[in-house]
C-alpha cells in the first residue's frame, strides 16, 4: 500500500540553526514528492517538489530537500532557521493508483517551532 | 490571479442543518480536490474531480455528504444532515490535473455543528 510517513509530531529548534523535518514514503514506481506548509488559520502552501533530476530540491522561503531513493526519504532542511518558519510542515506523494489526475497522499504534518 | 476561494470562511450550525461548503478553483486548473483536516485524523480527501466529472469519492464519509461540480469554475460540497462530528476545516484544492503539478489550496471553511 502507499503511504507517507513522517515520524516526528513536533521538531524545535532555536533560531539560526539547521532545520530537518522528515518523511518517508512508499510507493510503486519513481515517486512525485512533495512538501507543503501551512501556517495557523491558512490552507496549505507549496513548498517545493521533486520530480526527477537532481536529488537536491530548492524551494520557497530558503528550504531545500534531499530525495534518497535507497532510504525512500525526502526530508525537508533549511541551513538557518527563523522563527516565522513555526508552522505545520506537511509530506505529500503522487498516488500511483488512482490515476493520472494529480491526487495526493499527505503524511501526517510535523509542527515545526523556532524559537527565539 | 484570486488563488483558490472558498466561502464561507466559517460556518456555524446546529445538528441536522444543511450545509453547503463553496469553491472557486484557479482559472484554468482542472482537477480540484475536497479535503477535511482534524486534529483527529488530519489532512483526509474527500472527493476529487477532473474536467468536472468526479474520479474517486470514496473518502466520503457517507451518504450525507455530497460534492458536485457544475462547471470549470465551481463547486459544491454539501452535508445534510450535519453531525456534530462533521465539525473540520474543509478545503478546497486545484492543479493542473497532470503529473507533477502541485495543488494550490483554498484558505478553508471552518465548520462548527453544535
Known amino acids: 500500500a502507499q503511504s507517507v510517513a513522517q515520524p516526528e509530531d513536533q521538531v524545535n529548534v532555536a533560531e539560526g540553526n539547521p532545520l530537518t523535518v522528515k518523511c518517508t514514503y512508499s510507493?510503486?514506481?519513481?515517486?512525485?514528492l512533495f512538501w507543503y506548509v501551512q501556517y495557523p488559520n491558512r490552507g496549505l502552501q507549496f513548498l517545493l517538489k521533486y520530480i526527477t533530476g537532481d536529488n537536491l530540491v530548492k524551494g520557497s522561503y530558503g528550504f531545500e530537500a534531499e530525495f534518497n531513493k535507497s532510504q525512500t526519504s525526502f526530508h525537508l532542511k533549511k541551513p538557518s532557521a527563523l522563527v516565522s518558519d513555526s508552522a505545520l510542515y506537511f509530506c505529500?506523494?503522487?498516488?500511483?493508483?488512482?490515476?493520472?489526475?494529480?491526487?495526493?497522499?499527505f503524511g501526517k504534518g510535523t509542527k515545526l517551532s523556532v524559537k527565539p | 490571479d484570486a488563488g483558490v476561494i472558498q466561502s464561507p470562511r466559517h460556518e456555524v450550525t446546529e445538528m441536522g442543518q444543511e450545509v453547503t461548503l463553496r469553491c472557486k478553483p484557479i482559472s484554468g486548473h482542472n482537477s480540484l480536490f475536497w479535503y477535511r483536516q482534524t486534529m483527529m485524523r488530519g489532512l483526509e480527501l474527500l472527493i476529487y474531480f477532473n474536467n468536472n466529472v468526479p474520479i474517486d469519492d470514496s473518502g466520503m464519509p457517507e451518504d450525507r455528504f455530497s460534492a458536485k461540480m457544475p462547471n470549470a469554475s465551481f463547486s459544491t460540497l454539501k452535508i445534510q444532515p450535519s453531525e456534530p462530528r462533521d465539525s473540520a476545516v474543509y478545503f478546497c484544492?486545484?492543479?493542473?490535473?497532470?503529473?507533477?503539478?502541485?495543488?494550490?489550496f483554498g484558505p478553508g471553511t471552518r465548520l462548527t455543528v453544535l
Open positions: 505529500a506523494v503522487r498516488d500511483m493508483e488512482r490515476g493520472s489526475q494529480g491526487n495526493l497522499i
Open positions: 484544492a486545484s492543479s493542473l490535473g497532470t503529473v507533477g503539478n502541485e495543488q494550490f
Open positions: 510507493v510503486s514506481g519513481n515517486p512525485y
